[in-house]
């Protein structure tokens, strides 16, 4: 079976990044609030940007969490991509957005980089190991 193969930990990546595809794709809409827009480079987009840049990026999120799901050789360039976009785009965001204060503030920030790097990162590893499996 297809999943076996695939592995539970692929499996459930894949599907957070659908999730998180859905999450860009809704980010012109503002429906988590007037801040809400999507990052881009480090600056929080708005506006046509917003419309544009979101939903390029949560398709390029779908096309990645499907080549894992059937286990493409191509997942893994498009890991290595989006794990090199994660870093820079937080070190971009951080340089450019002063955090306001509270360590509040800060423990937030730290928890994100690290799981936002983790799972980009940690999927471009795995997707690595499991090299042979990708067809």
């Known amino acids: 079976m297809a999943e076996s193969k695939r592995g539970r930990v692929l499996t459930t990546i894949a599907i957070l990044f659908v999730v998180l595809a ?3 794709v809704m980010k012109p809409f503002r429906l988590e609030g007037s801040d809400t827009g999507f990052v881009f480079l480090g600056t929080r987009l708005a506006g046509v ?5 979101g939903p390029l990026f949560g398709l390029y999120l779908i096309a990645y969490a499907l080549a894992i799901w059937r286990m493409r050789r191509y997942a893994l ?11 820079l785009n937080l070190i ?3 340089a450019r957005n002063p955090q306001p204060p509270g360590v509040g503030n800060l ?17 471009a590893i795995i997707l690595r190991r499991r090299k ?4």
Do not use: E, H
């Open 22 to 24: 859905v999450t860009d």
């Open 49 to 53: 940007a917003d419309a544009i840049v």
């Open 77 to 87: 360039p498009m890991a290595y991509a989006y794990a090199a976009y994660v870093i």
């Open 92 to 94: 971009l965001f951080t």
């Open 107 to 123: 423990v937030f920030g730290i928890v994100y980089s690290v799981v936002a790097i983790g799972v980009s990162s940690g999927t």
């Open 132 to 135: 042979a499996d990708l067809a």
